[in-house]
């Protein structure tokens, strides 16, 4: 054999070997899971709005984030690749004091997650600052890696890719907008959902609903109907059907050239004529009590759904100068459009709230037929 074959040879092994070797390094994989409801620090009136944007933004950032680990090398989605140190501790000595373990522990119980006596703590190299600049460092136990950030909040990274938990705000940032509505509203299960999520009393903890309360969702989510409107007075086609033509009509009372006071409704019209029309959406956010109608119209443009939510600033629960918004349903409605193209109220709920006392802003029960 010549040298150059030899030589040739040779260089075609060493290429297998090293790629088999990196190629058989054990893998792991973590995908983004949660963002705690509330800090290690707890809050005050003072910080928590400051807090929940934060935490906002953190879930809003990482939301997409994959963390693979290999034996040598650690990588964050595209964004960095760095070599990497672990090393074993108690949690008390991680976090230098019983008061800090306890502190910690007890953030972890309200995530329904035991943290471990045992943890690995990752550190990445000195020299890549891209990795260091998304974590200052990462502790791993069971199927899960933590990163702590400076507010004092765990984000959490499962081995379960299906197992997100977003935030109801981040939900409604992120779904594309339909002039037909939010389906959630067609589900009358909404109702018991955002009088247990979206009311806080008096003796439970407030951050344990934190990006709940689907009303955050849909509050989020209807305003982008305001990029769709170019005049005081808009007409939005859905569809036509034989000689019918199904629209939206938005329109701003003449006394208010405000976006709280945008009302629309869904027209049903025949060859210039309208067959029937109902009020869909309102919005009376700069009220005393504000009052929001949202609405759901199916694809075959056969039924309609509308949900009215009234939200109260709650005051008796804290003290005098911090409030909590308290939402609560006036009514949901269920329409069908019948062969003559009328709207035909199908279903109707309502609901009654119950106080302790005349005064108190906080109901204890609720009754809704």
Known sequence: MSLKKFNFS???ILVFFITNCYANQSSETWYFYKVSKSTVYG????TRDN???????IIEQFADTIIELTDSHLKINNQCLSEYSIHSTSSKNYWGS?????????LFIKESISLKEK???INFSESNKSCSEIFNKLIKFDDYLVNITNEGYLIFFSKQADKKQLSSEYKGRHRPFSLFGHPMIKDKRIINQINKNCNFFANEDKSLKYGECAFDELYV????????IKTSLYKSSLNKVNDYEYYLLSKFPTDSNNLDHLEITLNIEKKGEVIDSIMIYKESGSTLIPKFQYYYIDNQLQNLWLLQIVMYENSSLTNEISFYEVKQIDYWKHYQIDENKHFKLIESIECNYKYD???SDSPTSWECK
């Open 10 to 12: 040779f260089f075609i």
């Open 43 to 46: 809050e005050t009136e003072e």
């Open 51 to 57: 807090l929940l944007q934060k935490r906002e933004a």
């Open 98 to 106: 019983s008061q800090n373990n306890t502190l910690y522990k007890n």
């Open 119 to 121: 943890i690995d703590v």
């Open 221 to 228: 989510y209807y305003p982008y109907i305001f990029s769709k």
């Open 357 to 359: 006392s005349p005064s």
